[in-house]
């Protein structure tokens, strides 16, 4: 089948670029940048922004899967928060309006979203029916609301097109863990090695999560099956808090100690990697309750494992 990725350059796009490629679909990445080319895979220009030649890829297309948008993994000043929104928005925005207008539009639109869409909670997990989504609750610093309400614009913006012959999916993604450099699981392994892997502010947050292999089989899964739309949970069943997720970590990588963090060594830490607290602070406790209930089973559904798994990967000798 015929694959568009737009926004496929970053992380995540090129670990399901490559996967797609391999098995022999057509995979073509809509990038606003040159990038190297790769085995199987086709990159063609856009600026995410305005209709343009890369629609022509659209119209005949079997899938899209919108990957666009600035990565969260900054500091989170206005001029960030701005182009997150912006990336985020156009693009959907964009995308849906090349599907509107196909002559022969693809079958399913696969929409990344976030798992930060639900609330800052302890007492339950989230999923799509029963789940509380945040803003402004007890104990979330007020502007953690942004992230919220920037993922309710970005799946709006996927809602409101009118692509009556495209099923529409908005993939509510947790945070994803691969072997490749580059990645959450990279960055945590490395603190982890570095003997910093220990609780953060108590660790009784809980880290929503998902192994990249079943990342991939949970997307393909929502491609065959035509009776499922709307929001979809890409989370490992078992969602653990922060102090247990990087206990088992530092048990898979041998590593007998982690320093524990207060909150300000936090913001401290947070600010020389130029990233932001709230994604080690707030609490995803997500869980996938319409994958279960269609039949998808993981892989990886326990971290313990997936945590050992990961480690006979690539990054297996990182330092």
């Not at 104990?139 to 409101?160: K, N, T």
């Not at 892997?197 to 880290?207: E, K, M």
């Not at 279960?292 to 313990?304: I, K, V």
Request: charged share 25%; hydrophobic share 40%.
């Amino acid at each position: 089948m015929k694959v568009v990725l737009p926004g496929g350059t970053g992380h995540l796009g090129r670990v399901l670029s490559r996967r797609l490629a391999a098995r022999g679909d057509e995979v073509v990445v809509l990038t606003r940048r040159d990038v190297p080319p790769e085995p199987g895979v086709r990159h063609v220009r856009w600026d995410g922004r305005a209709a343009g030649p890369w629609t022509a890829e659209i119209d005949g297309g079997d899938v899209v899967l919108n990957l666009a948008g600035r990565s969260v993994h900054c500091r989170y000043t206005r001029a960030n928060l701005r182009e997150m929104w912006n990336s985020r928005i156009d693009s959907a925005r964009v995308v849906g309006g090349a599907i509107e207008r196909a002559a022969r539009p693809p079958r399913v639109w696969l929409q990344m979203s976030t798992a930060t869409i639900y609330a800052h909670r302890f007492d339950a997990p989230n999923d799509e029916a029963t789940g509380v989504l945040g803003g402004g609750e007890p104990g979330a610093p007020a502007y953690w609301a942004y992230s919220v309400d920037l993922a309710r614009a970005w799946e709006r913006e996927q809602e409101v097109a009118n692509t009556p012959h495209t099923r529409k999916v908005a993939l509510r993604t947790a945070m994803v863990m691969s072997p490749e450099p580059g990645g959450a699981f990279a960055m945590l392994l490395r603190l982890t090695r570095l003997g910093l892997g220990g609780p953060v502010a108590g660790g009784a947050q809980y880290l929503s999560w998902i192994h990249e292999d079943d990342l991939v089989r949970a997307i393909d899964f929502l491609i065959a099956r035509e009776d499922l739309s709307g929001p979809v949970n890409l989370a490992a069943p078992e969602p653990l808090p922060y102090r247990d997720f990087l206990r088992s970590l530092r048990e898979a990588a041998g590593v007998r100690f982690g320093l524990p963090a207060t909150r300000w060594m936090a913001e401290i830490g947070a600010f020389v990697l130029r990233s932001d607290t709230e994604l080690l602070l707030k609490s995803r406790r997500v869980v996938p309750g319409r994958l279960r209930d269609a039949g998808f089973a993981f892989d990886h559904p326990e971290w313990a494992g997936a945590a050992e798994d990961l480690l006979r990967g690539p990054l297996r000798t990182v330092s």
